[in-house]
């Protein structure tokens, strides 16, 4: 069974241009997560859909973040315009929609931004 | 501060010994979850432990619970040069689904 997926590996761009973010999650899991982990600060939550819903955006910094999950799927987290701030690892993870005290998240391997 | 703040921040020991990671935490949890990440790749899940658990075994790794200290440890007998990665401890509190990550601990094992 493949795992969650990320996509780009690494992506390098100038402050105040565009970047997309896409996490392809584990086929069947209805929990999708976004993270990041920024300047060698701890990882952090961003966003929680289930299924294409957005259930808690608590942890989104600004309006500069649109995350998105059309149809359920995958989902891409838009960075309009980039920060240097906003250098770091962005990670995805998913789970199986199960109650929470069970709820294990099984995270792909990142995508590393650099804003120059 | 963190929710979870791990101890020690870097530990360096010899294959075959033992390491043992250490995480407090602050707020009451639903449960408690370890998690590697080796360098470059995504964080892997090592192991899940209830409130309501003391311990838990996986293999070479034991997880300790104490409620009433807000702590748990992570233990990894037998270590290998591959156990080299960053370790983390993290939190869930209440039906909220979103992780807290503690800061990690590095752990080094030479060969």
């Known amino acids: 069974e493949a795992g969650v997926t990320q996509f780009p590996s690494h992506s390098v761009i100038e402050k105040g241009q565009t970047v997309t973010l896409r996490c392809d999650p584990i086929?069947?899991?209805?929990?999708l997560y976004w993270y990041r982990r920024v300047m060698g600060k701890e990882i952090k939550f961003l966003l929680h859909?289930?299924?294409?819903?957005?259930?808690?955006e608590s942890g989104m910094p600004n309006n500069r973040f649109l995350a998105e999950r059309t149809g359920g799927t995958y989902s891409t987290l838009k960075v309009q315009p980039a920060e240097l701030e906003d250098s770091g690892v962005y990670f995805c993870?998913?789970?199986?929609?199960?109650?929470?005290?069970?709820?294990?998240?099984?995270f792909g391997p990142g995508t590393r931004l650099t804003v120059l | 501060s963190q929710q979870g703040e791990e101890d020690p921040q870097a530990l360096s020991i010899q294959e075959g010994e033992n390491a043992t990671m250490n995480c407090s935490y602050k707020?009451?949890?639903?449960?408690l979850q370890w998690y590697r990440q080796n360098s470059g790749r995504g964080l892997v899940h090592l192991i899940l432990?209830?409130?309501?658990?003391r311990e838990k075994h996986s293999g070479r790794l034991r997880v300790t619970l104490d409620t009433s200290k807000k702590s748990s440890s992570l233990l990894i007998t037998a270590s290998r040069a591959a156990d080299t990665a960053s370790y983390f401890c993290?939190?869930?509190?209440?039906?909220?689904?979103?992780?807290?990550f503690g800061s990690g601990t590095q752990l080094t094992v030479l060969p």
């Open positions: 993290v939190t869930k509190d209440g039906s909220a689904r979103q992780l807290t």
């Open positions: 859909f289930v299924k294409e819903s957005k259930q808690d």
């Open positions: 086929s069947g899991h209805d929990n």
């Open positions: 707020t009451s949890i639903n449960n």
């Open positions: 993870a998913s789970s199986l929609l199960t109650r929470a005290v069970e709820d294990t998240q099984y």
């Open positions: 432990i209830r409130s309501n658990e």
